[in-house]
C-alpha cells in the first residue's frame, strides 16, 4: 500500500497546553492479516477483521485522563511509544455505576479510559470520510464499543471512529474550581475530534470531512459539541439521534447544587464550604462516585450531565447556556439530521407500574427539571395543565398508557429536539434534515396493555449499528422487513455523511428536502419512506407556551468567593 503522508499540528489550548509540532504519519500495510500505521504519539498495528473488508484498531489512546486528586481536569496528550501498540479490544472503559450491558459485556473500568476505535475499510483509497460517533447511555454509563458500525464501514467506504469519555461524577462534576472546573466528559469529546483532526489521514481518512453522531446522550453530546467555540472546524456535519442540546437532561440547572446533594447521598455534610467539597470530591474514591447510575429521576435527568461553566481562566466547553447560544445564532449551522422514534417514550415503561400512581398523587414531580416556579402552588398548576393535556380528566392508568408514552416522548426527547431546530430555521439554517422513525417488527413486543407497536428510544440507532439490537444480535436472524429497513438508514446515514444530503440527486431514494416552517417537511422512516407536512406542531407549541414562562436558565457555579459570603 502507498504511504499516506500528513503533517500534524496540535493544537494550542488552556485545555491542552501542547505545542506546535508538525510530524509526518504514515499508514503502511505489514502484511495481509495487518496494518501498522504511523502516528504522532507512535505506531500502531490493527488487524483485519474476522468478516473481512475492514482493518480494526481496538483501545488506541487518543488523551490521557488526570488521575487520584486530578481525576476531575481536562484530559492531556496521549502518551508516547517507540514499538508497535497492539491495537486490540482490551475491554477497557470509564469508571460507572453498575448496569446490566456492562456486567454481560465483561468490561475493565479504569480512570486512564480514553481510547478510541478506528474501523477502516480495506481500500486502496484515501481520503475517505469519517464518522465520528459518541455513545449514549444518560452520561452515566456506557462505552465506545458499545455500539459497534463495522457494517456500515465496510459496505460504506466510510472510516468509523467510537470512543470512550468519562462519565457520571467522574465526568461531569462541575464546581467552577481551578481542579473541578467542570465538563470534564466533553472535553475528553473535543479531545478526541482533535485527536481524530490530527491523526485520521494516517488512516486513510479526510481530516476535513468529519461527521459528528451519536444517540441519546451521544446525540445530546454531538449538539452540545456543535455549538461549543472549543470544537469550531473540527467536524462538517452532525447527526443527533433521539436527543438534543436542548434536553432537560443534556445540561444541569444547577450544577453546584447537584454536587451538595451527591456529597450528602455520600454522608458528607459540609456543603457550604465550596472548598471543604472540592477537596471531599478529590479524595473520594472512583467506587464512591460511582454508587448510582441515576436513571429513575422522575424530572426527565440523570442528575450529573454537562454544564454552563465558570470562567477560571482556561479554556472552557460551554461558556452559555445552549438555548442562548441558539437563540443568539453564534453557532456554525453545520448540516443536521436529526430526528427521533415514535415512541421514545418507551424507555420509560418499566416505570409504569410504579410511576402511574405516583403521577396521579404528585404529577408536578414529573415536570421536567428545566422548569422554575416561583411557588409551589404555580407548580402545581401548570402540572395540571401538562396532564391535562394529556390525559384528560381521567386518571393515569392501563387505558391511556400510550398517553403515558406519548408524555414523556415529548418531555425527554421530542420537543426539546425541535424546539431546537425551530431556533435553526430562525437563525436561518437551511440545511436541517428532519425525520421521524417509526418501524416497527411484528415480531417485537406491543406496549403492555395494549395491541399496538411502536418504535422504541433510539430505535434508529439500532437499526444503523451491527446486528438487530445493542447485543449485536446476528443480522442473519432478522426478519426480511428489518434487514430491508436497516438497509435504507445505512444508506441515507451514508449519503449524509459523505454528502450531506440524506437524499443526494440520482438516489432511488424519495426526495428529501430541508425543513422550512413550522417543521415542515419531515421523513416518516417507517416500513415505506413518505415526506410529509409538520411533526407534532400541536405539542410543541403547547410546550412553547410553558417554556416561554417557566424555562430554567441553567447557571454556572459561583465564584467561591462570593459563594462563601453568601453563606
Known amino acids: 500500500m502507498k504511504q499516506q503522508l500528513v503533517c500534524n499540528q496540535y493544537v494550542i489550548s488552556a485545555m491542552w497546553k501542547w505545542t ?22 507512535g505506531p500502531v498495528r490493527g488487524y483485519r477483521d474476522p468478516q473481512g473488508d475492514l482493518f480494526a484498531f481496538y483501545s488506541v489512546p487518543y488523551a490521557t485522563a488526570p488521575t487520584g486528586p486530578h481525576k476531575f481536569k481536562p484530559p492531556v496528550p496521549p502518551p508516547n511509544h517507540q514499538d508497535p501498540l497492539e491495537a486490540i479490544d482490551k475491554g477497557i472503559i470509564c469508571p460507572q455505576a453498575s448496569s446490566e450491558f456492562i456486567e454481560m459485556a465483561n468490561k475493565t473500568m479504569k480512570e486512564d479510559c480514553l481510547i478510541a476505535n478506528i474501523f477502516v475499510p480495506d481500500t486502496q483509497e484515501d481520503n475517505l470520510p469519517v464518522f465520528v460517533y459518541t455513545h449514549g447511555g444518560g452520561f452515566q454509563i456506557g462505552y465506545g464499543h458499545w455500539f459497534q458500525l463495522k457494517n456500515l464501514a465496510r459496505t460504506k467506504n466510510i472510516i468509523v471512529v467510537t470512543f470512550n469519555y468519562r462519565l457520571g461524577v467522574h465526568g461531569f462534576l462541575c464546581l467552577g474550581t481551578k481542579d473541578i472546573p467542570g465538563n470534564a466528559g466533553m472535553k475528553d469529546q473535543v479531545a478526541l475530534l482533535r485527536w481524530v483532526k490530527d491523526n485520521i489521514q494516517a488512516f486513510g481518512g479526510n481530516p476535513n470531512d468529519v461527521t459528528l453522531g451519536g444517540g441519546s446522550a451521544g446525540a445530546a453530546s454531538a449538539d452540545l459539541v456543535m455549538l461549543s467555540k472549543a470544537s469550531k472546524s473540527l467536524f462538517n456535519k452532525v447527526i443527533p439521534e433521539s436527543g438534543s442540546s436542548l434536553a432537560a437532561f443534556a445540561v444541569q440547572p444547577d450544577p453546584l447544587e447537584n454536587a451538595k446533594n451527591f456529597a450528602k447521598q455520600l454522608n458528607f455534610t459540609n456543603t457550604n464550604d465550596i472548598y471543604a467539597l472540592e477537596k471531599f470530591y478529590k479524595s473520594a474514591t472512583l467506587e464512591q462516585i460511582t454508587i448510582d447510575a441515576f436513571v429513575d429521576k422522575k424530572d426527565s435527568t440523570f442528575v450529573f450531565s454537562p454544564c454552563v461553566e465558570r470562567n477560571i481562566g482556561e479554556e472552557v466547553f460551554l461558556d452559555e447556556d445552549p438555548l442562548t447560544i441558539l437563540q443568539n445564532g453564534n453557532y456554525e449551522k453545520l448540516p443536521l439530521l436529526i430526528g427521533f422514534a415514535n415512541m421514545e417514550g418507551l424507555v420509560r415503561i418499566e416505570f409504569f407500574e410504579t410511576w402511574k400512581s405516583a403521577m396521579n398523587e404528585k404529577f408536578s414531580d414529573f415536570l421536567p427539571a428545566d422548569l422554575t416556579f416561583k411557588n409551589e402552588k404555580q407548580k402545581q398548576e401548570i402540572a395540571n395543565i401538562v396532564k391535562q393535556f394529556y390525559f384528560g380528566n381521567k386518571p393515569v392508568n ?168 453568601e453563606l
Not at 508538525?22 to 502516528?39: N, Q
Not at 451491527?466 to 434487514?483: F, L, R, T, W
Not at 421523513?523 to 410543541?540: D, F, H, I, P
Open 20 to 41: 506546535f509540532v508538525c510530524v509526518c504519519a504514515a499508514a503502511v500495510l505489514a502484511d495481509e492479516g495487518s496494518r501498522v500505521v504511523r502516528l504522532a504519539q
Open 398 to 565: 392501563n387505558d391511556n398508557i400510550l398517553s403515558y408514552v406519548d408524555f414523556f416522548s415529548d418531555v425527554i426527547f421530542n420537543v426539546p429536539a425541535l424546539r431546537s431546530v425551530e431556533l435553526h430555521l430562525k437563525n436561518g439554517h437551511d440545511k436541517v434534515y428532519l425525520y421521524e422513525y417509526s418501524f416497527t417488527d411484528e415480531a417485537g413486543p406491543p406496549v403492555p396493555h395494549t395491541e399496538v407497536r411502536g418504535a422504541t428510544h433510539c430505535a434508529q440507532s439500532m437499526a444503523l449499528i451491527d446486528g438487530a439490537n445493542i447485543m449485536q444480535v446476528d443480522e442473519n436472524n432478522m426478519s426480511k422487513e428489518y434487514k430491508k429497513m436497516k438497509s435504507v438508514i445505512r444508506e441515507l446515514w451514508s449519503n449524509f455523511i459523505t454528502t450531506g444530503l440524506p437524499v443526494p440527486e440520482g438516489s432511488p431514494l424519495p426526495s428529501w428536502s430541508a425543513v422550512r416552517a413550522n417543521l415542515t417537511p419531515y421523513m416518516s422512516l417507517g416500513r415505506t419512506l413518505e415526506l410529509k407536512g409538520a411533526l407534532l406542531q400541536q405539542r410543541v407549541r403547547f410546550w412553547n407556551d410553558i417554556y416561554d414562562k417557566y424555562y430554567h436558565t441553567p447557571v454556572p457555579p459561583p465564584t467561591p468567593g462570593r459563594l462563601s459570603t
